[in-house]
């Protein structure tokens, strides 16, 4: 980005989405405004409908309109998609397919998904408080191609018989470009890439390999290692320390990352930036829409929250506003605040608070961050930026 671009006005469009979605969607709007006046940002944010409520509005989880918006945005919050109501649906017009249209359309091919345990969640967390504590890796997952885009696919009847076809395939440039943005992050981190496969069984994955060895000549600062998927699954709940970066393709990552949300407590605590090579991108909770406690005020809005530090640090270039934001959040744990699914039997039971509130005390810390002099940001991580550059 040059300094004309940095000057220009940022246009965010944010679609909250279904079930949770809106309720998560307005705590991180709360905390955007108050950044936005505290540092006189030219921010213009748009709303629009996707997934289940754009179907019942429109007809479609993504109307052309909306994506054409998101493709001219410098950023998409995306709330969370999909709910009972629209599971009978073809496959093909339902409320996740926005998302994989919206993926595949602004080419955002690499998903940043960090898992982090705050020190404050230890007991949150599934597994013992040891194998844990200070946890912060970095799970990359290519995100537009291999089995959820491959051809041919679907449901067909083949002599008499009902039967399901999906392809996993991956081209080499699209293997190459995943595993250069992966060895730059670990280049930032810990130098230290673990590429998941099943190079055992599958050809397209034995490809992948192989491609990520000869990417690897470009940066031998970086310890590259390989593990099959289901060994992969194993060590994250064995030992899941060992890890630094971990890249892997659309199927795997998808799994072995809501492994790595466990870890840190609650899925409700992690953030995902999807991006592309413009910068561009979309930021979203890993989580989904949360059916069965929508409405209620009880989801948590942090992993929310989380994705629009994500939002500030790869789109919009400021560190300092992302470091910033999740300094508050925890700042707000610290100081004992939690939502049911991040509270243990050690909680102060007078601070288990819903979605409103979780969001009410985060704007307080972050209003006491605002009001230090000079302003101290104290990153929850080891202060490692997880970067794209
Ligand atoms: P889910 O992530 O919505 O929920 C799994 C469990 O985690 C539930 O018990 C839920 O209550 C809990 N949970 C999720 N988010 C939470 C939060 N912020 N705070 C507290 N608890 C939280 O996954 P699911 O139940 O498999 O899927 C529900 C719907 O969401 C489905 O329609 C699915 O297709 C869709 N989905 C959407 C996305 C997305 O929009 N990116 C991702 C996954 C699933």
């Not at 995306?78 to 595949?104: C, F, M, N, Y």
């Not at 898992?115 to 013992?128: G, M, R, V």
């Not at 991006?275 to 069965?292: C, F, I, T, W």
Request: aromatic share 6%; with cysteine; net charge negative.
């Amino acid at each position: 980005m040059n300094a004309q671009n940095e000057s220009r006005k940022k246009k965010l469009l944010f679609l909250p989405g279904d079930g949770v979605g809106p309720e998560i969607v307005e705590q991180a709007e709360r905390i955007l405004n108050v950044v936005k006046e505290q540092f006189e940002l030219d921010i213009e944010v748009e709303h629009d409908d996707v997934g289940g409520v754009a179907i019942d509005k429109f007809g479609l989880p993504l109307t052309e309109e909306i994506l054409n918006k998101a493709q001219r945005a410098d950023a998409v919050l995306l709330g969370a998609v999909g709910g009972p109501q629209w599971e009978h649906l073809d496959i093909s017009v339902r409320p996740e397919k926005a998302l994989l249209t919206l993926r595949s359309q602004l080419s955002l091919f690499a998903n940043f998904r960090p898992a982090i345990l705050s020190k404050h969640l230890k007991q949150a967390s599934s597994l013992k408080p040891e194998l844990v504590e200070n946890l912060d890796i970095l799970i990359l997952r290519e995100l537009t191609g291999g089995i959820y885009f491959g051809q041919p696919r679907g449901v067909s009847k083949v002599n008499g018989l009902r039967e399901g076809i999906n392809t996993y395939r991956y081209n080499e440039s699209e293997i190459k470009r995943i595993a250069h943005v992966a060895f730059k992050a670990a280049r930032q981190r810990n130098k230290k890439l673990c590429s998941v496969d099943k190079a055992n069984v599958l050809e397209v994955t034995e490809l992948w390999r192989e491609v990520v060895n000869e990417v690897s000549v470009d940066y031998p600062d970086v310890e590259l290692s390989h593990m099959y998927v289901d060994n992969a699954a194993m060590q994250l709940v064995r030992n899941p320390k060992q890890f630094d970066v971990i890249v892997t393709g659309n199927m795997f990552g998808d799994i072995l990352s809501d492994i790595a949300a466990m870890l840190t407590g609650s899925i409700g605590m992690l953030p995902s930036a999807s991006l592309n090579s413009k910068q561009q991108g979309m930021y979203e909770p890993v989580h989904g829409s949360a059916p069965d406690i929508a409405g209620k005020n009880i989801a948590n809005p942090i992993a929310t929250v989380l994705s629009l530090a994500m939002l500030f640090r790869f789109s919009l270039n400021r560190e300092d506003i992302a470091l910033l934001i999740e300094s508050a959040v925890n700042k707000t744990l610290s100081k004992g605040y939690r939502t049911q699914d991040i509270a243990s039997e050690a909680t102060d039971k007078n601070k288990v608070v819903g979605t409103k509130e979780m969001g009410d005390a985060i704007l307080q810390s972050l209003n006491g961050l605002l009001g230090e002099h000079p302003l101290t940001v104290n990153h929850h991580s080891n202060n490692k930026v997880v970067g794209f550059k």
